[in-house]
């Protein structure tokens, strides 16, 4: 797993970035602590660039700033307040809102809106600790509901398959994703990112899972129960996840950035040390998102 680090108050988040010139310092040791490769030529050696903290080739003479091909990639406000607007994401517990955040950094609504979104895409899984204990998998929906239409047919829902970890009577970890139909090629894809196939797995007895089972050979189908009794674990999960959505945003619009902000901050609620560091690397190591290209 990620590695811990010393937990990061608001007092100490203060004292550690001051100001732009203190955050521009630590995304260029982020970016370049281990040595510098040139973007353009590949060349290994640099010099001082003509920006603060950027570095100049000393081959080709390319000079990238700190923020240049990251997730700060030509942001148009304060830094300092970029790094307020990841730390609040990152650390508070059920999120913030964009306004919220407007409120405190003094921002526009639709500038926290719009680099918030970027945080997210950060947030997305890796997909490389996934679950080789017990798991649970489900799918259901999530949205309004439409006049005079039932179940999965509201044309305003969206399809969501979640898998969890279980660990006693807990959940140990959370990932969820957005698919088009419960079919089996839907529901495999996610299940081979996120769980070992000798992990157990117990789902329900929708057919999309049964020619799941050779792949999967620890694969257990059993009945739902009523009201999903036979999984209270997963349903109470997936209660909360939805909760969260209708407390926090209200909609599904982009619904996989929001399942992938939660299932972030739920899969590291036993590791809150190192949140915002393991985010603030990410943010470094992510290609640039531009606005254009986040469906508003």
């Known amino acids: 797993m990620e590695l811990r680090f ?21 995304l260029a ?10 973007r353009k030529c590949g060349h290994g050696r640099c010099c001082k660039g003509g920006m603060p903290y950027s570095r100049q080739c000393t081959s080709c003479r390319y000079d990238e700033s700190p923020t240049a091909n990251t997730l700060f990639h030509k942001i148009k406000f304060d830094i300092l307040k970029a790094f307020y607007i990841v730390y609040f994401v990152s650390t508070n517990k059920k999120g913030i809102t964009s306004t919220e955040l407007a409120r405190k950094l003094d921002l526009r609504q639709k500038t926290c809106w719009a680099f918030k979104r970027k945080v997210m895409k950060a947030m997305k899984s890796s997909g490389n600790h996934p679950i080789t204990g017990t798991a649970e998998v489900d799918e259901t929906v999530f949205g ?6 039932r179940g999965r047919k509201n044309g305003t829902k969206r399809l969501v398959v979640i898998g ?25 894809g996610f299940m081979k990112d996120h769980i070992a196939t000798g992990a157990k797995v117990t789902t329900d007895q929708w057919t999309g899972y049964g020619p799941l089972t050779k792949t999967f050979e620890n694969l257990v189908r059993i009945p739902s129960g009523k009201k999903g009794s036979n999984f209270p674990e997963l349903h109470r999960a997936v209660m909360n996840l939805k909760g969260w959505l209708r407390g926090m945003h209200h909609h599904v619009g982009d619904l996989q950035d929001y399942l992938d902000e939660y299932c972030y901050r739920f899969n590291r609620s036993f590791m809150k040390e190192g949140i915002f560091d393991n ?3 990410r943010m470094v190591n992510a290609p640039p998102c531009y606005i254009k290209n986040i469906n508003a």
């Open 279 to 281: 985010l603030m690397a």
């Open 29 to 38: 040791d982020l970016k370049w602590g281990d040595g510098f490769k040139c």
């Open 6 to 26: 010393k937990s990061l108050s608001l007092f100490e988040f203060r004292e550690r970035y001051p100001d732009g010139d203190s955050c521009l310092s630590h």
């Open 164 to 188: 969890i970890e279980k660990k006693k009577k807990g959940v140990s970890r959370l990932y969820a994703r957005e698919i088009p139909n419960a079919d089996a090629a839907s529901l495999g």
């Open 144 to 149: 309004g509901q439409e006049e005079g239409v």
